[in-house]
């Protein structure tokens, strides 16, 4: 049975009233012009809160074998730019993907950013979380044996998430796509609900329009409302799988594309179309122990049945592997100190409405 049609009746992805962002006002240089000044606008009328992502980094590779060398180890296609017109300038193109091992399980889960200089491609950035950059380039340095590839740190850009002011307004608002060296702005590919992505060597609020910095803790709450994994907390190396993990729904997967590492259990279990637990959002409904949830933590129906397990949140929202079929009834988890705290699972909106 269809996991979105089967759920719908259970809570909606964002619960509650309607809420902002905490915002705070910066000087301002917007991407579109190329004067800069003073943001004098209050803080209610931002039109966008920008965050930077210092959990978040990228690695840099190029060569003429990076395509190839990508494509035998990703889960998806590789974002390649569309050839520019003359006097146009550099583009660019932002896909999803996870890098998988042997035993098809993830290992590290990356935003690719194809690049385009003149009409060749230059290379790709690959956004992933800070704690494995060394591990990735580490892997990537294993397969590449002879191929000409250059696989190193690129720190002159920091990684920011941009979203509407309003998280009401996320798939709605807009931004102008740009790409340079100084400073990419594209949509976040994963969904629509996630904004866009900045990476830039400046401030990210002083490159937008209407762009006010934002509060980290904001932009993770939203991203775990929305069921939006990412990185190692909540997708362990080596014990996440990537469909159980929503990789399809986020546009990180092809079923069509050539073989790469761990791509067996991968395509049987898509082509069984049978996929019995998926990473959910929840949200606590008591009041958390001062220890908070520990990940891992066995999610129970009231009757002690065990459904899943917690893997990872912030504050009362977070993200459980769940069996699919039992997550409509009231839910709850056991805590270390002996209390009981319940909590709600929930659809996001954005899913697919038939999906496997």
């Known amino acids: 049975m269809a996991t979105a049609a089967l759920l719908r009746g259970a809570t909606p992805g964002r619960g509650g009233p309607a809420w902002r962002w905490r915002l705070r006002a910066v000087p301002r240089c917007r991407l579109a012009h190329s004067s800069c000044s003073p943001g004098g606008d209050s803080t209610a009328g931002a039109d966008w809160a920008c965050f930077r992502l210092d959990g978040r980094t990228l690695l840099r590779v190029r060569g003429p074998d990076a395509a190839p060398f990508l494509l035998g180890l990703l889960t998806n296609e590789l974002p390649l730019p ?9 583009a660019a193109r932002a896909g999803y993907a996870h890098f998988l091992n ?4 993830t290992l590290y889960d990356v935003i690719l950013y194809g690049l385009q200089e003149h009409s060749e491609v230059s290379g790709f950035l690959l956004e992933c979380d800070s704690s494995v950059q060394g591990a990735l380039q580490k892997h990537l340095a294993l397969y590449r044996i002879r191929r000409k590839v250059t696989v190193e740190p690129h720190p002159e850009l920091r990684v920011w998430a941009v979203l509407p002011s309003s998280p009401e307004a996320c798939g709605a608002a807009s931004l102008q796509e740009r790409a340079g060296a100084a400073a990419i702005l594209i949509r976040d590919p994963r969904t629509a609900r996630m904004g866009w992505r900045l990476l830039t060597q400046d401030e990210g609020p002083a490159l937008v329009p209407g762009g006010r910095l934002g509060d980290l803790w904001d932009y993770h709450q939203h991203r ?8 190692v907390r909540d997708l362990p190396p080596g014990v996440a799988l990537p469909l159980e993990s929503n990789l399809a729904f986020m546009n ?9 590492i761990g791509q067996e259990l991968t395509a049987r279990t898509h082509h069984m179309g049978v996929i019995r637990k998926r990473l959910f959002p929840v949200r606590f409904l008591d009041p958390l122990p001062t220890s908070g949830i520990t990940p891992g933590a066995t ?3 009231a009757s002690g049945q065990t459904v899943g397990k917690f893997r990872a949140g912030q504050g009362n929202v ?8 039992k997550i409509k009834g009231p839910l709850h988890i056991r805590a270390s100190e002996g209390a009981q705290v319940a909590l709600a699972a929930s ?10």
């Open 347 to 356: 659809v996001p909106d954005w899913w697919p409405t038939v999906s496997k």
């Open 252 to 260: 990180g997967v092809s079923f069509t594309k050539g073989c790469y």
């Open 299 to 301: 999610v129970l129906t």
């Open 82 to 90: 569309s050839p520019a017109a003359a006097g146009a300038p550099p």
């Open 224 to 231: 775990y409302l929305q069921g939006v994994p990412e990185g």
């Open 102 to 105: 042997v035993q098809g399980r």
């Open 318 to 325: 977070g993200l459980a592997l769940l069996w699919s079929e």
